[in-house]
């Protein structure tokens, strides 16, 4: 099994910055995509950022004020978040495919959630 633990969650005063971190444990063979998703209360689960080797996909509003910085090697990855808005409230899910195996199929693994609350 695969286990995902986010940290760095917390509030924040509007454009201030923050830090997420995720990391994965347990039996990994092989990494594939890996990203961050949020949502906001009442709303569905949105796409921030995501990454695979070579190429980065960022949301809109994440583009220019969002960074994902990916440690593969260490099983990690983390978001800068820049200029925070009111708007970015919202719990932050880390998102990692993995093969367990040579021969197993990816399959997308979830972390808990990490609140972040921007005010101002």
């Known amino acids: 099994q695969v286990q995902l633990v986010e940290s760095g969650g917390t509030s924040a005063q509007a454009g201030g910055s923050l830090r997420l971190s995720c990391a994965a444990s347990?039996?990994?063979?092989?990494?594939?995509?890996m990203g961050w998703y949020r949502q906001a209360p009442g709303e569905e689960r949105e796409l921030v950022v995501s990454s695979r080797e070579g190429s980065v996909n960022y949301a809109e509003f994440a583009k220019g004020r969002f960074t994902i910085h990916r440690d593969s090697p260490n099983r990690k990855v983390y978001l800068e978040m820049n200029s925070l808005k009111p708007e970015d409230t919202a719990v932050y899910y880390c998102?990692?495919?993995?093969?367990?195996?040579?021969?197993?199929?990816?399959?997308?693994?979830w972390g808990q959630g990490t609140q972040v609350i921007v005010s101002g």
């Open positions: 347990g039996i990994i063979y092989s990494i594939g995509d």
């Open positions: 998102h990692v495919e993995v093969r367990t195996t040579t021969l197993s199929a990816w399959r997308d693994y």
